[in-house]
């Protein structure tokens, strides 16, 4: 049988394959690693980590949707100390690669995040999760702002030097993601990861009355990869030479393969691994078969493919 090769890169930072998780659907590995080692993936993306600890929004949190998910969790969560004390050592014991992911309330916030992560060993990358309401700014998302978006990355560069490779988390939620894309980008972002969940509500046909028990939440699963493929697509062709992280909806390796044509150089899997735990791991064994039917012998010469 042939073998392809799977690395890849992100930045700066190297991978042994392109198959990460997504953040938020895994925490921080532990539930995952019962039930294969973290050392098959390339990388594993944490939870989005707070400077303090945080409790999240008021239940319900999650509901079904035609072929999704939406999610109001809140970024629950213990804090930076915990995370620093007890969840990242035991991540980087297993093995496996970390990419760990901040969220703040406010410019100041990520500042001080990206100052703790400084000088911490073993750290691959930093996911900068802008998708988060500013506080001193009217609620107005990071991540729908340039100024706001722009501010952020900037600050977390500052802080963090050149340690780690900087990666933007972007919203598809905005009229045109490039714009937001270049903003972060001249502040000092390594890549971006591309998409976040699309804002979305479920009302109960009971009550009448919204679902979740915060109103909207994040809608994911296989209904947004189409959304997915065209801003991976639209801002690999504005900005080739910049590494994406792609997600959104993957659970197959045909659906991680569209996500790379498009321009990703790696893919998370997120929603999927709820209803399949073994998820990551089949569907990066399903990329390799199908980069060889499609005679490729790197996952490299597939990135970006479609814009041929």
Known sequence: MSVVDLSTELAYAKFENPIFTASGCAS?????????????LGAMVTKSIM???????????????PSGMLNSIGLQGPGIDHFLEDDL????????????????????????????????????????????????????????????????????????????????????????????????INAGADGLALINTLLGMVIDPKTLKPLLGGKTGGLSGPAI??????????????????????????????????????????????????????APVRIKSELASLLIHHGFARLRDAIGVAHG
């Not at 500042?111 to 802008?130: K, P, S, W």
């Open 28 to 40: 921080s590995g532990k539930e995952l690693s019962q039930f294969f080692p973290l050392t098959e």
């Open 51 to 65: 400077l303090r600890p945080r409790s999240g929004r008021a239940t319900p949190r999650m509901a079904e949707t």
């Open 89 to 184: 050592p035991w991540l980087l014991e297993t093995g496996a690669r970390a990419v760990v992911s901040i969220a703040g309330e406010s410019v100041d916030e990520y500042g001080a995040l990206a100052r703790r992560l400084r000088g911490v060993r073993g750290i691959a990358a930093i996911e900068v999760n802008i998708s988060c309401p500013n506080v001193e700014n009217r609620g107005m998302v990071f991540a729908c702002d340039p100024t706001s978006a722009r501010a952020v990355i900037e600050t977390v560069r500052i802080n963090i030097g050149g340690e780690f490779p900087i990666i933007a988390k972007l919203s598809p939620d905005v009229t045109d993601i490039c714009a937001i894309a270049g903003e972060v």
């Open 225 to 278: 990869r189409p959304v997915a493929v065209r801003a991976i697509y639209q801002v690999h062709s504005r900005f080739p030479k910049v590494p994406i992280l792609g997600m959104g909806g993957v659970a197959s390796g045909s659906d991680a393969l569209q996500l790379i044509a498009a321009g990703a150089s790696a893919v998370s899997v997120g929603t999927a691994s709820f209803g399949d735990p073994l």
